[in-house]
């Protein structure tokens, strides 16, 4: 089955860039997106189609994807982004959704 | 203002069927792709099922195959899945989620646990 690889966490300090990686197969067809998670609330999106911003969500988020990779970065991180961090997308048929393995962010 | 809220969670024995419903507002649900996310105890996030519009298209992660259906009813503007045969790893937190190219709102989710 299709997977995506992330790294399980990343560490930065307040105002430092943070970059989540999340690599597929199918990424170079395929777009990716990306979910923000806090404890005990839902998921919510932050990157679409690569590298769009929904709105409401601060500028300093911000994608982008090249060949079988996909990266969220957040720059100039602050302490309200800690939160765990999901890529999603699709298989190669556009059929079956799958999300990476997601990423603790700490912002300390 | 867009919701969606999930029901129909609970307890239930390994073997065991239970049926989850997501009552959809603030758009027109006929016209998305819906889906059922789910998320295990201190684990990550896990696709499990997309349905068309008309309900003409299903498409189910692996592991639930022959054993979960999603349907939906548009006139009721409601989602549901059907569990049957639950093991203890479909334990987790079940979202719903409406679909614009990918998961875009979500609900806040209801929790399934099968323990004995």
């Known amino acids: ?16 860039t ?25 998921p919510v999106l932050v990157i679409y189609e690569d590298s769009k911003r929904p709105s409401g969500i601060p500028e300093r ?29 699709t298989d190669s048929s556009g059929n079956l959704g799958v999300f990476g393995g997601g990423t603790k962010l700490t912002v300390l | 203002e867009v919701q969606l809220v999930e029901s129909g969670g609970g307890l239930v024995q390994p073997g065991g069927s239970l049926r989850l419903s997501c ?3 603030g ?3 006929s016209s998305y ?14 696709w499990v099922a997309n ?4 309900g003409s298209e299903k498409y189910y992660v692996d592991s639930v195959k022959g054993r979960f259906t ?24 079940y979202y719903c989620a409406r679909i614009f190219r990918a998961p875009d709102y979500w609900g806040q989710g209801t929790l399934v646990t099968v323990s004995s």
């Not at chain 1, 089955?1 to 430092?16: F, R």
């Not at chain 1, 199918?26 to 990306?34: F, G, R, V």
């Not at chain 1, 060949?67 to 999901?86: K, P």
């Open chain 1, 1 to 16: 089955s299709y997977e995506l690889t992330q790294p399980p966490s990343v560490s930065v300090s307040p105002g430092q």
């Open chain 1, 18 to 42: 943070a970059r989540i990686t999340c690599s597929g197969d199918a990424l170079p067809k395929k777009y990716a997106y990306w979910y923000q998670q806090k404890s005990g609330q839902a």
């Open chain 1, 61 to 89: 988020f911000s994608g982008s994807s090249s060949g079988t990779m996909a990266t969220l970065t957040i720059s100039g991180a602050q302490v309200e982004d800690e939160a765990d961090y999901y890529c999603y997308s």
């Open chain 2, 23 to 25: 009552a959809a507002s």
């Open chain 2, 27 to 29: 758009f027109t649900f």
């Open chain 2, 33 to 46: 792709w819906m889906s059922w996310v789910r998320q295990a105890p201190g684990k990550g996030l896990e």
């Open chain 2, 51 to 54: 349905i068309k519009q008309d």
């Open chain 2, 70 to 93: 999603i349907s939906r009813d548009n006139a009721k503007n409601s989602l549901y899945l059907q569990m049957n045969s639950l093991r203890a790893e479909d334990t987790a937190v």
